[in-house]
Structure formats: C-alpha cells, structure tokens
C-alpha cells in the first residue's frame, strides 16, 4: 500500500539555521505529493505540493523536490525564523486514491 | 480562496455522551470531504472519506455506528462521535477536496476531550 515515511521527532534550530526534513514516499500510482504546516492550536496548512516529478514546489522560502528516482521530497530552506517554529507534515495522493497519505509529522522548534 | 471552518473549536464531554461537529466549505464546492483524528503524538488518522453522491467509505478500525457521517450537499459535512470514551479524544480535522483539486484543505479542528 501507500506510504510516507518522514523523519520523526523534534528539530530544534537556531534562526538562520538551515533546514532539512527528510521524506520518502512508497506507491504504485503517479503521486501528488505534499508538505503541510501546522502551527501551535490550529489545522494543517498546505505549505506546497508538486505534482511533476523532477519539478520543485516552492514557498514563503520552503523547497522541496519531487525525485522519482529517489522517491524522496526532502523540505528544505535556506534560512529558518522563530515563526517557522511549527509542526511539518510530508503527504502523497496516488492515483484515483482521494485520501492523502500522510507521514507521522516533524517537530521544528526555532530558537531566536 | 479556499477556507474551510469547523464548529465547535472544543468540546468537553462525558464518558458516554456524544459530540456533533461540522464543516463548512466557503469559498468552493467540497465535492469530497475526508475526516480525520489527530492523536496527542499529532498522528493522522483517517477515520472515513466522503463523496458527494456516493456512499461513504470509512477506513478500518472506524464505523458508521460509531461515526456517523452527513454530506448533504457541496459545501457542509457533519460527523458525531457517540458514546465517546476516553480513547476516542483527540483533534478532528476535517478536510475538503474541490471538484478539479488535488489539495485538501483544512479546518482548524474540533477538539474533543472526554472526562
């Protein structure tokens, strides 16, 4: 079946620190994938979502591209704040399956 | 844009009891709706998916007994929790698909705490 495994836990990072949330996906189909951002007391967010692969999504300074070969949409940016400080979670939607996917979540906390 | 909202934002109830949630869609037709539960440790789970005009597919583990869910039209989705137990607290998201989208689109949830 359809899985998203993403690196666990807490990240804790000073500001302007780079960033780097590993996630890898397992499917059959051709999949949609997704990173979304919950902050503290509020619902998922959709942070960005690429569904070429080999393309990049990006935003408010977040990357993340989709590999096929690696199967791999790691989430990276170059330059994290303290309103960064939230919740990420990798997700996929694979083929006619209208139920993302979505890996168990990592943790960033940002220290000013 | 696309805004989804969920009421109420907390319940406290009692062991037994039942608690009725809702979502709405502004802003764009939810032709699919998935519901969720959040664990303490922020897992998702997904308790069912719902389509317009189709049955309602709940995933294992969950049941239409327990988890009743109305789709009534494109932009309104309820779900209630009966006979809730302590295992069943948690944050209740619900999230709408649009009819050409491949995004899901989030409410702030509804936070269920039994006592």
């Known amino acids: 079946g359809d899985s998203v495994i993403q690196m666990q836990g807490q990240v804790t990072l000073s500001e302007n620190d780079f960033l780097f949330i590993n996630c890898t996906y397992s499917?059959?189909?051709?999949?949609?994938l997704f990173w979304y951002v919950q902050y503290s007391g509020e619902g998922p967010q959709l942070l960005l979502q690429v569904t070429t692969a080999n393309n990049k999504g990006s935003s408010r300074g977040f990357e993340a591209t989709y590999d096929k070969g690696t199967t791999s949409f790691h989430l990276q940016k170059t330059s994290v704040q303290e309103i960064d400080s939230a919740v990420y979670y990798c997700?996929?939607?694979?083929?006619?399956?209208?139920?993302?996917?979505f890996g168990k979540g990592t943790s960033l906390v940002v220290h000013p | 844009g696309a805004l989804v909202y969920q009421y109420p934002r907390r319940t406290i109830c009692k062991s037994g009891t039942s608690m009725r949630m809702e979502c709405q869609a502004v802003g764009f037709q939810a032709t699919s709706v998935a519901w969720y539960r959040q664990s303490p440790q922020k897992t998702f789970e997904l308790i069912a998916l719902s389509t317009v005009n189709s049955a309602i597919k709940y995933e294992q583990n969950f049941t239409q007994e327990k988890f009743p869910i109305s789709h009534p039209n494109l932009s309104f989705s309820s779900m209630t929790v009966l006979n809730a137990y302590l295992e069943d607290r948690g944050l209740y998201l619900c999230?709408?698909?649009?009819?050409?989208?491949?995004?899901?689109?989030f409410g702030e949830g509804s936070r269920l705490i039994v006592v």
């Open positions: 997700a996929m939607r694979a083929g006619g399956n209208y139920k993302p996917t």
């Open positions: 499917t059959t189909g051709y999949p949609t």
């Open positions: 999230g709408a698909r649009q009819v050409s989208g491949n995004t899901l689109y």
